[in-house]
């Protein structure tokens, strides 16, 4: 019988996406269908139990990925299950992304008692959000609002709000239709009102490069289209050095069958300056397509926008 072990965070979201793999791989290959030939590892993470300080003061978004590599790297587990908009732009030395599953709605869903828009907010209102690139662009849109940090699962942020901690609040739409909620959405937000983050809404499944075993299994469940439209956003990615600090957002989609349309946006944290591009080509040059975006961004922001947030 075949045996596969798949690592994990433990949040209700992560679980769920971790159970999607396994049953596309038991549906994929029947000698994975037992429910004892596929073991899920559940792996906390440094963002996970940090909970009160934002991840551009603890590290940035490798925290939820560190430990899970540790344990691939060690041969505990045999495949990673990411977010991809949480997988820092390089990986470790030894470690690939095998495999990007069908992306689920890449955009931001918004939370608020005083309506469905960013608009409908009152003067001064309070947004939370542990996102630089939503803060950016809700200040962008909105520079008399308020952001204050707001961290936690889907449901401890709902919570929250629900409780009056904040006046608004934005999720994941992925997320929250991967958790089952989809009709507690209140509104989803256009990629023209807030462009989505990096790969955001597909999960990527990381290997050792020298595993062919794990790799074989994996092959069948790899979305061709979505994987162009990821490597494009993290080409892109890359050439802009980002982190935690950086808010950066990405969003391409097809047009057609095989051009991609990719559109990025570098801004400061607060808003105040912001610089937004386009472009278009061959879905099989994606990954061309983001670097040379991306370049263009850069020479746009310039080396002062860079090192005003202490980035290389």
Same mark, same amino acid.
């Given at each position: 019988? /075949?045996?596969?072990?798949?690592?994990?965070?433990?949040?209700?979201?992560?679980?769920?996406?971790?159970?999607?793999?396994?049953?596309?791989?038991?549906?994929?290959?029947?000698?994975?269908?037992?429910?004892?030939?596929?073991?899920?590892?559940?792996?906390?993470?440094?963002?996970?139990?940090?909970?009160?300080?934002?991840?551009?003061?603890?590290?940035?978004?490798?925290? %939820?990925?560190?430990?899970? *590599?540790?344990?691939?790297?060690?041969?505990?587990?045999?495949?990673?299950?990411?977010?991809?908009?949480?997988?820092?732009?390089?990986?470790?030395?030894?470690?690939?992304?095998?495999?990007?599953?069908?992306?689920?709605?890449?955009?931001?869903? %918004?939370?608020?008692?005083?309506?469905?828009?960013?608009?409908?907010?009152?003067?001064?209102?309070?947004?939370?959000?542990?996102?630089?690139?939503?803060?950016?662009?809700?200040?962008?849109?909105?520079?008399?609002?308020?952001?204050?940090?707001?961290?936690?699962?889907?449901?401890?942020?709902?919570?929250?709000?629900? /409780?009056?901690?904040?006046?608004?609040?934005?999720?994941?739409?992925?997320?929250?239709?991967?958790?089952?909620?989809?009709?507690?959405?209140?509104?989803?937000?256009?990629?023209?009102?807030?462009?989505?983050?990096?790969?955001?809404?597909?999960?990527?499944?990381?290997?050792?490069?020298?595993?062919?075993?794990?790799?074989?299994?994996?092959?069948?469940?790899?979305?061709?289209?979505?994987?162009?439209?990821?490597?494009?956003?993290?080409?892109?990615?890359?050439?802009?050095?980002?982190?935690?600090?950086?808010?950066?957002?990405?969003?391409?989609?097809?047009?057609?069958?095989?051009?991609?349309?990719?559109?990025?946006?570098?801004?400061?944290?607060?808003?105040?300056?912001?610089?937004?591009?386009?472009?278009?080509?061959?879905?099989?040059?994606?990954?061309?397509?983001?670097?040379?975006?991306?370049?263009?961004?850069?020479?746009?922001?310039?080396?002062?926008?860079?090192?005003?947030?202490? *980035?290389?």
């Amino acid at each position: 019988m /075949a045996h596969l072990r798949i690592g994990t965070r433990g949040s209700p979201l992560a679980l769920a996406q971790a159970r999607e793999v396994r049953d596309r791989l038991g549906a994929a290959h029947p000698e994975l269908s037992p429910p004892d030939a596929i073991d899920i590892e559940v792996i906390r993470t440094t963002g996970d139990w940090i909970q009160d300080r934002k991840l551009s003061e603890i590290g940035g978004k490798g925290l %939820f990925t560190k430990e899970i *590599e540790e344990a691939l790297i060690d041969g505990r587990i045999d495949v990673a299950v990411h977010s991809m908009k949480d997988v820092p732009t390089w990986l470790p030395e030894g470690l690939e992304i095998s495999a990007i599953l069908p992306r689920e709605d890449p955009r931001d869903a %918004f939370f608020s008692p005083h309506g469905a828009t960013l608009a409908a907010l009152p003067p001064g209102a309070v947004v939370g959000t542990a996102s630089l690139r939503r803060q950016a662009q809700v200040l962008r849109a909105r520079p008399d609002l308020t952001v204050v940090p707001l961290r936690g699962n889907v449901q401890t942020r709902l919570s929250k709000l629900a /409780a009056g901690q904040v006046d608004a609040t934005l999720l994941a739409a992925a997320g929250l239709k991967r958790l089952g909620m989809a009709e507690m959405i209140q509104a989803v937000l256009s990629p023209e009102e807030m462009l989505p983050a990096v790969a955001q809404g597909a999960l990527g499944l990381e290997i050792r490069c020298d595993d062919r075993r794990t790799r074989d299994y994996l092959s069948a469940l790899n979305d061709a289209a979505s994987s162009k439209r990821v490597v494009a956003e993290r080409a892109c990615l890359a050439v802009l050095d980002g982190s935690c600090r950086t808010p950066i957002a990405a969003y391409a989609e097809f047009e057609g069958e095989e051009r991609l349309r990719l559109r990025a946006l570098l801004a400061m944290p607060d808003g105040s300056r912001s610089w937004a591009s386009e472009d278009s080509g061959p879905a099989e040059t994606a990954a061309e397509l983001g670097r040379s975006l991306g370049e263009r961004l850069r020479a746009d922001a310039g080396d002062a926008f860079f090192t005003a947030l202490g *980035e290389t």
